[in-house]
T-cell receptor, first 113, second 113 residues
Framework: KAGVTQTPRYLIKTRGQQVTLSCSPISGHRSVSWYQQTPGQGLQFLFEYFSETQRNKGNFPGRFSGRQFSNSRSEMNVSTLELGDSALYLC????????????FGPGTRLTVL | KNEVEQSPQNLTAQEGEFITINCSYSVGISALHWLQQHPGGGIVSLFMLSSGKKKHGRLIATINIQEKHSSLHITASHPRDSAVYICAVRSRGYGGSQGNLIFGKGTKLSVKP
């Protein structure tokens, strides 16, 4: 069974640009969550999607948005990038929610110059 | 004060030692997860707990809901256990809904041969 995949793995952008990150969950998983990890703040929750509906959103500005498609694949978008958005962005999938085992992708390392 | 506190922040052990990592939280939760993150970023979910105790190989996780405390134990530690261990809780939302995901800052474990 293929694991969670994230594309791209590495990305370099400049301030003011926008970026779209993709996450493909494990087949059969309907829940996808996104996280930001930085050395200073650690892991922080961004969004949670289930069956194309955003179920929960973390405390991030509106520049961070996401969506989930009917095949459970998910994308997140960050507009008007700031230097502080440099981070490892991780997604995780599960059958339904955090009451089930979470499977994490390898992450996308975003650098904003 | 963080809603999820882990201790210790850093831990160095000799191979074979018994290790305990603690997690205390201040919110009502529906589930608690222990995660393992190796250098390079990959995260593996070790346990999901809502009550009691779980064991997998040399790893044991316990939770005391009344005391809002969980522990992760590693018996007969090995250098390959060197990683960051992260405690994450799903807070209980209003009206039975699911709340946000809150992460501890992690415990960096180094096991020396």
């Amino acid at each position: 069974k293929a694991g969670v995949t994230q594309t791209p793995r590495y990305l370099i952008k400049t301030r003011g640009q926008q970026v779209t990150l993709s996450c493909s969950p494990i087949s059969g998983h309907r829940s996808v969550s996104w996280y930001q990890q930085t050395p200073g703040q650690g892991l922080q929750f961004l969004f949670e999607y289930f069956s194309e509906t955003q179920r929960n959103k973390g405390n991030f500005p509106g520049r961070f948005s996401g969506r989930q498609f009917s095949n459970s694949r998910s994308e997140m978008n960050v507009s008007t990038l700031e230097l502080g958005d440099s981070a490892l962005y991780l997604c995780a999938s599960s059958l339904r929610d955090w009451g089930f085992k979470q499977f994490f992708g390898p992450g996308t390392r975003l650098t904003v110059l | 004060k963080n809603e999820v506190e882990q201790s210790p922040q850093n831990l160095t052990a000799q191979e074979g030692e018994f290790i305990t990592i603690n997690c205390s939280y201040s919110v009502g939760i529906s589930a608690l997860h222990w995660l393992q993150q190796h250098p390079g970023g990959g995260i593996v979910s070790l346990f999901m707990l809502s009550s009691g105790k779980k064991k997998h190989g040399r790893l044991i996780a316990t939770i005391n809901i009344q005391e809002k405390h969980s522990s992760l134990h590693i018996t007969a530690s090995h250098p390959r256990d060197s990683a960051v261990y992260i405690c994450a809780v799903r807070s209980r939302g209003y009206g039975g809904s699911q709340g946000n995901l809150i992460f501890g800052k992690g415990t960096k474990l180094s096991v020396k041969p």
